[in-house]
């Protein structure tokens, strides 16, 4: 094995995207991905949990002129106000009601999109109707036939619109993705990933959310496709649930999906929306000339050496903790598609059509305890993939 082979992404160095920024900083050498040439001018509509998250990383964000923060919940927009100070950075804060005061500002360019899923194509739509840029938090609709409405929408007037699968942009994730993409381990034949939520999310959220398939596995279907550049040809789920409240809604809290691929490919992955231990999140990618494999990782690194033993925090208690990165690197993603910049994750107009015909398929299975075909056009094919 040469010297060149073990440089690429390799090395501790490599892989340390902090110790980038820093040194950018000290040696005065601006990288335009990650700095930009201007201001941008965003709003943020939505401020439950992950409308939180994209705030804070907003007011962090060199290139984030935030104009606009909206959302229902007065009680949330008072605290955050606060909070924040938004009022004493310029920072306007409206009710869902005035909406439309925000799309009709034409100084406003870009939208990050938050709100239940339900309500994600109307505030998307309208979003691409008045000509703003638009990062949306999956899915984008409840319908294959609705996505493609609006990524043709956004197609038609030369808009950005990013559906937020925060893995594409987690350091850990993105390395094992250029391992592959490089044939360090062969064409692979195998993808197992585990996903165990924490904290279990609250009943109101599940009410809201679209379900186990379409809100928890897509992220696990996403990495999957993105590392094979394949559709599946077959898939095969089972679901239980063994909550009461569950059940009530008629959803799932475990599951487990199998899915074939024409390649020979074959994938499995267990999910539970209870992590006891945490959250837990790993994948295994198996091929002719070896293993690719991530674990859980943890944001501290202290022990407790005891009589009984050794104890250490194992995993993140959450994904905001887990993916705190990632979220951060969406908003750049963003910012670099608008001012036209190579990026990361160009994603083909029709692949998010596909990703919501599969999690139907796959829902359609667990529910009625059979497998279910997939066929795909060539045209779906080239849409889809790269």
Known sequence: MDNGYQRAFDTIRDIDDRYELCESDINLTNNLPAFGSRRINVAVVGIGRMGAIHLYNILREPRANLLYVIDSDKRRLEFLERKYFLKERGIKVLDIE???????????????????????????????ENRKHVLCEKPLAESPEAVDKLVRLAHSKGLKLICAFQRRYDPSFMRLAEQIKRGDIGDIRIIKTCCRDSPLPPIEYIKISGGIYHDCFVHD??????????????????????????????DFDTTVVCMKFKSGLITVTDLSRVGPSGYEQRIEVYGPQGVLKMDEFTRVGWEKHTNVGVTRPGQCFSFASRYIEAYSNEITELFNHIEGHQTAHTIRKGYLQALCKITHAIEHSARSCQ?????????????ALD
């Open 371 to 383: 497998p279910v075909r997939l066929e795909w056009t060539a045209e779906e094919l080239k849409e």
């Open 98 to 128: 005035e909406w439309d005061r925000a799309m009709l500002d034409q100084q406003l360019e870009a939208v990050l999109i938050a709100t239940p899923t339900f309500t994600h194509e109307h505030y998307a739509r309208t979003a691409l």
């Open 221 to 250: 279907l996403d990495v999957i496709i993105w590392y094979s550049n394949e559709l599946p040809s077959e898939v095969h789920a089972y679901g239980h649930a063994y909550r009461d409240d569950y059940k009530e809604l008629n």
